[in-house]
């Protein structure tokens, strides 16, 4: 219920405030971000499978993108990240580094694929996707130092 | 359990698989109908948020270059006037001609405002959802503007409450567009990032930067002399006819949260 929510929350945020914060066009893919940085944090990512999904159906309607694209495109890389975490089971700021990436690279690999396969005016400058993995990589690092920073403030407070 | 991690893996991607195709062979636009009606109350508070905290932001990026930039507008505004006072008059010799020759005044705009819910949360397309749709006379191919000429876009799917609108920086989005000095007439289409790129230019024309684009009226979408933004870079090939220029374009620094739609016109 809580990842569905923060899910509600940063699918409203991608689509209206994020776009004030657009660098070169690019606006921040919330979404994605949540996904990784929750499914590391909780160590279970097939616990977001479900979630996920339903937000990545919304995220497809309210997009202009073959429907479909976005759901494939989380549901893979969440896959992805839930093998590669059998691997990297610590909670690491180097580990939380390598998931960002690879999430960020497969959804927007998979999302540039389908699109241009499916979309015949498609134009996408390799340079504008790099752009895109970059952005959203650092985004989703800073949502993990942000997010460990609040655990770890809490903790100091109640003293554990 | 390892059976039970991979089930819970394998059917949601399954199923986004068959969600894709099942797309392209039925017409799921009831989807985007039930979404929008639901997240449209939520996201159009959020985006006028947005725009109103936006623009508090801008207001202090612009007290820090408000001296550098006073100097600048004054300069433009002195050349501005004498601008003015030469369109002063062949304004009244253009309407001295008209008169005689017996034509109808210049071009009017039948406008239909509206607000933008939310854009398209994809960097890859670039799309907007508008809160007007068939049931306020909008239809599909009606060009969208914003405040002072600017193109916006082209509404592409007209539901009952609302509308999709295609933005001019999206790649599918061909504009005819031209030079204001008419030298260098093209065809215009977005790209990934914030730049345009304008197409099929005469090798020979005459295109330089800062020189503002504007649409022609030449594809029967958008009306003749709305802005679409100044030349960056002309790219020019040692082969072939054609040239290229990328283009900065006028919503440079984003778009707005209303929008207008040129529901009708006379050119």
Known sequence: ?160 | MQRKKRTWIIIPVAMALLLLFFARIADLSFVDGIVTKVTAPFTATALKTSDGAASVFQIFFDLKNMSGENAMLREENQRLLSDYAQRMDLEKENEALRRQVGVEQKRQYILLGANVAYFDPLSFSHFAVIDKGSRDGVKEGMPVIMAGDVVFGKVVEAYEGFSRVMLISNSGNRVSVKTASEQATGVLAGMTGNTLRMDLIEKNAEIAPDELVVTTGLDGVYPRGLVVGWVKEVIASQEGIFKQASIRPAFEKGFTATVFIITDYLQ
């Open chain 1, 1 to 160: 219920m809580t990842a569905f929510v923060l899910f509600l929350g940063a699918i409203v945020a991608q689509a209206t405030a994020f776009q004030y914060l657009k660098e070169y066009g690019i606006a921040f893919d919330s979404v994605l971000a949540i996904a990784i940085v929750l499914g590391f944090m909780r160590g279970n990512y097939q616990q977001l499978m479900i979630p996920a999904f339903f937000a990545g159906i919304i995220l497809d309607s309210m997009s202009g993108a073959p429907f479909g694209t976005i759901t494939t495109a989380l549901m893979a890389a969440l896959a992805a990240l839930s093998v590669l975490s059998t691997t990297f089971a610590r909670e690491h700021v180097i580990h939380f580094a390598v998931f960002a990436v690879v999430g960020s690279v497969l959804f927007s690999a998979i999302v540039f694929f389908i699109t241009m396969l499916l979309d015949p005016y498609a134009r996408m400058p390799i340079i504008g996707v790099l752009s895109i993995i970059g952005y959203n990589s650092a985004g989703t690092i800073l949502i993990y130092l942000f997010s460990r920073w609040i655990i770890l403030s809490k903790n100091r407070i109640s003293g554990r």
